[in-house]
């Protein structure tokens, strides 16, 4: 975590501490911190590992008397060749300047005697990085953090006096209680430069100020954020069922959502010996020898004790090497990195389908999309006014009750709703029930012969429903959202 501080200096002076968050809670590192003072006119972007800003009140001269000095932030900071510190002396006085490298060493001077009244203190440094002006007088001392990115001609400390006090909007940098500031943080991943949300607000009193950044949609997923638990984490779901080409050897996600590819009736001959296209998987047939005799996905074999994850009935497919999982093998589609996704253990579809609290109130509708029959699952920031559904929430109802074109569901979909198609299932070599019933594998085992899955139908849904481990069904990835 980045933690931007405002360091206390004087009575004024204002402490924030900025730090930044995803939409699901979780910290995230950010790059730098635009600070902008609406009220004073002046701008100014803190890099890491410059993470120190300080704003201190700079008041009128018949405010300063018994309040010492006061030092303002660098500005610019980072800066090029040339910075500049504002001073406040609340009395003549005999101040010693020193421009001081993180390594310690002293690399310019100066000793002067200045007026009370409202001072900038010249900073021009020769070699780019971190280092420290400080400030001495007889009242106190103070220490300003310089972050030079350039070069200049020389190292060297100066100061520039004016006569009466310094008028509030004379001099970049400078702040007094209540101005309203804005703040923004930025982070690069990658290449990209994503923004956090904006905060804008009157600065009178020492906080904390999180600044938040839009969780990214990793490639090949659906643009909406599903709660799995109740500690609040999140997943997206692939843009598509799973499918297995067995000429290519590639894994992908399937174009469309309502996308099938083995049909009613199909014979798909042993081990699919009549077609190269998988997507009715035997379960823990992700490909990899995790210790189950039929691992690969083409398996038809009708022994449900070929199909045990890593050899052993005990095993959920994300137990031991998680190499059972399908969610294991890169996905050409789907960000092409191992072990980027991974399938919904029963108690997470359970949450899914019957547990989280939406705004809407919504979380699934069954639906036949485009003439194909299945089940909407809605995102959590889903709003009813996005489309009317009917029988929300509704396990014990038909598909025809919401009937929707293909571009009514483009614009359904555009909102992060997910389409579980009723993809059939495969027993042995023949594909049955395509189109009025759809079978999804959890990752959960459940007894020697059987594993958890979804039941969708046309007249209920099962979503902690149970069956044979040597069934082809659909399998439906996710992607943990950090």
Not at 211 to 218: C, G, Q
């Amino acid at each position: 975590m980045l933690l931007i501080a405002l360091s206390v200096q004087a009575q004024e002076v204002v402490t924030v501490k900025f730090t930044a968050a995803t939409e699901t809670g979780g910290y995230i590192p950010f790059t730098s911190v635009m600070v902008t003072d609406l009220t004073q006119g002046w701008m100014t972007t803190l890099n890491y590992p410059d993470t120190v800003l300080v704003l201190s009140p700079l008041v009128g001269v018949g405010e300063w008397k018994g309040r010492n000095f006061n030092m303002g932030s660098a500005f610019p900071n980072p800066f090029n060749n040339e910075t500049c510190v504002p001073l406040a002396l609340s009395e003549a006085s005999d101040v010693t300047l020193q421009v001081i490298r993180a390594d310690g060493k002293t690399v310019a001077s100066r000793d002067m005697h200045l007026d009370d009244g409202a001072h900038q203190v010249m900073v021009c440094l020769s070699t780019p990085g971190m280092s420290f002006l400080r400030v001495v007088t007889p009242q106190g001392s103070s220490v300003a953090r310089l972050v030079c990115t350039g070069q200049g001609n020389v190292d060297d400390v100066r100061v520039t006096s004016r006569d009466g006090a310094m008028k509030r909007g004379e001099n970049p940098g400078v702040f007094a209680l209540g101005d309203l500031m804005r703040y923004e943080a930025f982070r690069s991943v990658g290449g990209t430069t994503y923004h956090s949300t904006v905060v804008e607000q009157a600065q009178y009193t020492n906080e904390t100020v999180t600044l938040s950044f839009e969780v990214e949609t990793p490639e090949g997923a659906i643009d909406g954020l599903f709660t799995i638990n109740d500690e609040g984490g999140k997943v997206f779901f692939s843009k598509g069922n799973l499918l297995y080409n067995k000429n290519t050897g590639v894994w992908s996600f399937m174009e469309q959502q309502y996308d099938m590819v083995e049909h009613l009736g199909q014979d798909v001959g042993e081990n699919y010996a009549d077609q190269d296209s998988v997507s009715l998987f035997g379960w823990s047939t992700s490909g990899y020898d995790h210790g189950g005799h039929c691992y690969q996905p083409w398996n038809t074999s009708s022994d449900y004790s070929d199909y045990h994850a890593y050899g052993s009935h005990l095993f959920n497919l994300e137990d031991e090497t998680g190499q059972a999982d399908w969610g294991y093998n890169a996905i050409a589609n789907g960000g092409n990195t191992e072990h980027l996704w991974r399938t919904l253990t029963t108690d997470e579809w359970n949450y899914i389908f019957a547990t989280r609290a939406t705004p809407s109130g919504i979380r699934f509708a069954k639906a036949c999309v485009g003439n194909v029959n299945g089940v909407i699952l809605l995102p959590d920031d889903w709003s009813g006014s996005y489309f009317n559904l009917n029988f929300p929430n509704t396990t014990n109802v038909y598909f025809e009750n919401n009937l929707i074109s293909l571009e009514q569901w483009t614009a359904i979909e555009q909102y992060g709703a997910v389409f579980l198609p009723a993809a059939g299932y495969r027993l042995g070599t023949e594909v049955l029930n395509t189109g009025s019933s759809g079978l999804y594998w959890s990752s959960t085992h459940y007894l020697e012969s059987r594993a958890n899955c979804v039941s969708i139908f046309d007249s209920g849904l099962y979503p902690q429903a149970v069956d044979f481990i040597y069934n082809g069904f659909s399998v439906r990835l996710v992607q943990v959202a950090h």
